[in-house]
């Protein structure tokens, strides 16, 4: 409660009145160092050099996942995160027609695959539309549920071709098994 009644005053930490104003800083720190930027986690540390007179208060986050990205990261940062974006782009797109049910397939089926590809499709847009606002993917409770989401994704890809169903002999199926019971042994 005592968040969301200062949401709208100006000079508070819980302010959201003062997000626009760490867009330039952010990429005026950006523009000084675009190839690598200024480090992962110094954000907050490299702010006050170019804090406007206005914000007085550390900001913590740039409220702003891409513009954070290219500060802390820099060109490098952004081009690898974005590649992984449009890579996974490219397999939801190539997947979703196997993902779905055809207008041909009538009756009852126990698969819950196209609800599921669906809604977390939709679901991951929102983070990332909702990431031009706020710092989500830094905030470990929202990361981890879209990281995990992101490789169920990933994995419907197998529905699209025979080439990722792979069926070992026995003794593949042993090799595999032993070394997962050696994993969860070692950990």
């Given at each position: 409660q005592r968040r969301l009644k200062h949401v709208a005053e100006h000079g508070v930490r819980d302010s959201g009145q003062s997000r626009k104003y760490l867009?330039?800083?952010?990429?005026?720190?950006?523009?000084?160092?675009?190839?690598?930027?200024?480090?992962?986690?110094?954000?907050?540390?490299?702010?006050?050099?170019?804090?406007?007179?206005?914000i007085q208060l550390a900001p913590g986050w740039a409220h702003n996942e891409y513009l954070q990205l290219l500060a802390e990261y820099g060109i490098i940062g952004g081009v690898l995160v974005v590649s992984g974006l449009a890579f996974l782009a490219w397999g939801i797109?190539?997947?979703?027609?196997?993902?779905?049910?055809?207008?041909?397939?009538?009756?009852?089926?126990?698969?819950?695959?196209?609800?599921?590809?669906?809604?977390?499709?939709?679901?991951?847009?929102?983070?990332?539309?909702?990431?031009?606002?706020?710092?989500?993917?830094?905030?470990?409770?929202?990361?981890?549920?879209?990281?995990?989401?992101?490789?169920?994704?990933?994995?419907?890809?197998?529905?699209?071709?025979?080439n990722f169903w792979i069926t070992p002999a026995w003794w593949g199926r042993g090799v595999v098994t032993a070394a997962a019971m050696a994993l969860v042994i070692w950990a």
């Open positions: 867009l330039g800083p952010t990429w005026m720190m950006f523009m000084e160092h675009p190839v690598t930027g200024v480090g992962p986690g110094h954000f907050d540390t490299v702010f006050p050099a170019y804090r406007p007179v206005s797109v190539k997947t979703s027609k196997f993902a779905e049910r055809g207008s041909n397939d009538l009756g009852f089926k126990a698969s819950n695959r196209s609800a599921f590809f669906m809604g977390a499709s939709i679901g991951l847009i929102g983070v990332l539309v909702h990431s031009l606002v706020e710092f989500n993917l830094h905030i470990p409770g929202i990361a981890v549920p879209v990281v995990v989401i992101v490789g169920v994704l990933a994995s419907n890809l197998r529905f699209a071709t025979d």
